[in-house]
């Protein structure tokens, strides 16, 4: 099957744009590269654009945007999907850089956007606010993990990494830990949107940051058990919760399907698994998500 190889970028919609524009490119360092009709465009790498933000009711996650590889052919990845008996749209040139995507709905309702990688582009990072690497993950409240993890991997190719019971799931779809997560819940919504730094000095530096600028960490900084990955959670101005993360473990070659050892690690090798409903699968360092986490 044709796999997708990357996320590239989120769309949301949101009440006040200019407010939430003013985080992503002053507090979190994204370059705001593009503005078109009603659209705002955020870059922080290769891609065109890793943000799109446009003016809504509600603050939400509407999109997610998937690469499949430049050889991969486009065609042939609609068709695997109508296969399964999935409605696809094709867009041509929806947006700047994606000239060809296959559009159609994950059973949650969120569209997922699949292209081929277009053309590398050359922002530079900017000079000013946190400056995280990348985009990382997009995590969802669902009503049913069980299928909507099930549509991931057989649809978009994703592979299952680790669950937390039955009732919290995370996928890849390359080298990294988690692309998408989904925590059943009771209802279809957004968790968190994750940016990746450097490193744990980069994670002090950018706590510092949001708190000279009037946001305070929701949860963490911690280590979670599931991922490794080091974490702190504050909420953006319209309410939805971005994690800054760094150390997130990676499988660097499936064949060998062990995570990267590292001295974290409980389980070595570390191997994809389901982890039991423990403290420590959330976070290795103690505190537990205060309830304000999950509203
Ligand atoms: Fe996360």
Redesign the pocket.
């Given at each position: 099957m044709i796999r997708v190889k990357k996320i590239s970028h989120a769309s949301y919609e949101t009440p006040d744009l200019d407010k939430q524009t003013e985080y992503y490119t002053e507090i979190l360092g994204l370059a705001l590269i593009a503005k078109e009709k009603d659209a705002i465009y955020l870059a922080n790498t290769v891609e065109h654009h890793s943000v799109v933000l446009r003016k809504g009711s509600e603050p939400k996650c509407l999109r997610i945007g998937f690469q499949i590889s430049p050889n991969d052919d486009l065609d042939e990845f609609e068709e695997q999907t109508r296969k399964q008996g999935i409605k696809t749209i094709r867009k041509k040139d929806a947006e700047p850089t994606l000239a060809d995507m296959v559009s159609f709905a994950d059973p949650k309702g969120t569209i997922m956007e699949v292209f081929r990688a277009p053309e590398a582009q050359h922002h530079k990072f900017r000079a000013k606010g946190i400056i995280p690497h990348k985009l990382g993950?997009v995590?969802f409240h669902v009503t049913d993990v069980k299928g909507t993890t099930q549509f991931y991997c057989d649809v978009l190719g994703f592979r299952v990494s680790d669950w937390m019971a039955d009732y919290f799931s995370f996928l890849r779809c390359g080298v990294d830990h988690h692309t998408i997560?989904l925590v059943e819940t009771g209802s279809n919504r957004h968790f968190?949107t994750?940016f990746e730094l450097r490193d744990w000095a980069h994670l002090q530096q950018a706590c510092d940051y949001l708190s000279a600028n009037g946001y305070t960490q929701l949860w963490g900084p911690g280590r979670h058990g599931i991922g490794h990955n080091l974490?702190a959670y504050h909420r953006s101005p319209n309410g939805l919760i971005t994690?800054l993360?760094a150390e997130l473990d990676q499988m660097k070659d499936e064949s060998l399907g062990y995570f990267d050892p590292r001295p974290w690690h409980r389980d070595n090798p570390q191997r994809p698994k389901t982890w039991p409903k423990d403290p420590s699968a959330a976070n290795l360092w103690g505190p537990m998500p205060p309830d304000e986490m999950m509203k």
């Open positions: 993950h995590a997560n968190h994750a974490f994690e993360f």
